[in-house]
């Protein structure tokens, strides 16, 4: 009986729950999305003060610009690596098992309404405009309008700022440690909800879409999950070992987190929770700081193997011809997309419109064969992303030498 009181068997227990209610009472299920909603909205009130905290107090700590622009650099280039193999691997993949081949869907059957406000939100996506997106317009509407970058920013120009004006700064810096304790105290409390949201958001998600959904594009979910499972006990496991890291011990170390993820379909929900047990882990606070909200945004494998299966699969059931010079050309063009709708609702989406108007070859409307089932594979996503992002912090910090092996020595493989 004691295991019930451990929080991750409560949410395996609520997502079980979660998912008979959906299957056998369909119409009740759909009307308990509220429930994993409000969760959502919960956690990501307090993403923004978490992360301005921790990242003022670890910047403002380390009090050297250098060291932050070096752990920023690294961070930068293990992103760009790692999503490129993520697109590659997600690329072979497709072309191996071909998961949209005979469905031979024409332009006339594709339902293009149902994709029109993608294409429209598509539309505005620039690299400017992403760019620009990074300041916000007031120091409070970052955290009003919950942006992560945009609060990561702040975070940085605070930290440092308030780490150069020395033991003046000393107050304030003791002052927000503790608010940042306070923060993660009330994430604590709020997990405790977490059984109950995961319950609800299965059951939207079952009594919505219905089971039958995943047969009819089964092919295609299980290339996802599969090419998934490759890049995160494969590619992550090599990178994990290589580092000196073992990736099951990993795992179980963030068990509670990735069954948050899973029963919400979200990352972010489990954002503050990754946050607090790096550093545990043993990574110094500023490279949590520094690498989590921005690997967020940067580091999303799962959403780039995503997108790289569903644009040739749309292709194939659209039988649009993709010669091996357009398949790399999407893959680059991925490259720079799959970082422009960060934070965006239904970024995916609108990632994927952005890609196939750019490359002009696949037909935009194929996105209609694919959202009924998008909300079945969101959770390989948010998982791959999770998981990608906890190695990402690992890895970094030891390659920084800011990682701290007595405290992490239950990671070590």
Not at 100 to 121: E, M, N, Q, R
Not at 154 to 162: V, Y
Request: with cysteine; hydrophobic share 55%; proline share 3%.
């Amino acid at each position: 009986m004691r295991y019930l009181r451990l929080l991750y068997v409560q949410v395996l227990i609520g997502i079980l729950i979660g998912g008979t209610i959906g299957y056998v009472w369909p119409g009740f299920g759909a009307q308990l999305k509220p429930l994993g909603d409000a969760f959502v909205s919960l956690i990501k009130m307090l993403i923004g003060p978490i992360i301005f905290t921790t990242v003022v107090v670890g910047i403002a700590g380390m009090g050297d610009l250098k060291k932050a622009g070096k752990v920023g650099f690294k961070a930068f280039v293990y992103f760009e690596v790692v999503t490129t193999l993520a697109l590659l691997i997600g690329l072979v993949v497709a072309n191996v098992f071909t998961p949209g081949a005979g469905f031979h869907a024409t332009p006339a059957s594709l339902d293009a309404k149902a994709v029109a406000g993608y294409t429209t939100a598509a539309q505005g996506m620039s690299v400017v405009d992403t760019l620009l997106h990074l300041i916000p317009k007031t120091f409070v509407s970052a955290f009003a309008e919950g942006d992560i970058l945009q609060v990561l920013l702040l975070a940085l120009l605070f930290g440092l700022a308030l780490g150069r004006i020395g033991d003046h700064g000393r107050p304030v810096m003791n002052l927000l440690h503790e608010v940042a304790r306070v923060f993660f105290g009330i994430v604590e409390i709020v997990s405790k909800l977490a059984p109950i949201a995961a319950a609800g958001a299965m059951a939207f998600t079952i009594g919505k879409y219905g089971i039958g959904t995943l047969f009819i594009l089964g092919k295609l979910m299980l290339c996802v999950y599969l090419t998934c499972g490759l890049f995160i006990f494969l590619l992550l496991g090599a990178i994990m070992r290589a580092s000196g890291f073992s990736l099951w011990k990993m795992l179980k170390y963030i068990k509670e987190e990735l069954l948050i993820v899973v029963g919400t379909s979200s990352s972010e929900t489990a954002l503050p929770g990754l946050m607090d047990k790096m550093e545990k882990a043993g990574c110094a606070r500023p490279v949590v700081g520094i690498v989590v909200p921005a690997g967020y945004s940067f580091n999303l494998d799962g959403t780039c193997i995503y997108l790289t299966m569903a644009a040739l699969f749309i292709a194939q059931a659209t039988d649009t011809p993709m010669t091996l010079t357009q398949q790399l050309a999407l893959m680059a063009v991925l490259l720079l997309t799959s970082k422009g709708a960060a934070g965006v609702t239904g970024s995916g989406f609108i990632t994927l419109a952005a890609t196939l108007a750019t490359t002009g070859s696949i037909p935009v409307a194929g996105i209609a064969l694919i959202i009924g089932v998008d909300r079945f594979m969101s959770e390989a996503r948010a998982i791959t992303n999770f998981i990608g992002n906890a190695v990402a912090t690992l890895v970094i910090a030891k390659w920084n030498g800011d990682y701290d092996p007595e405290k992490g020595r239950d990671l070590v493989s």
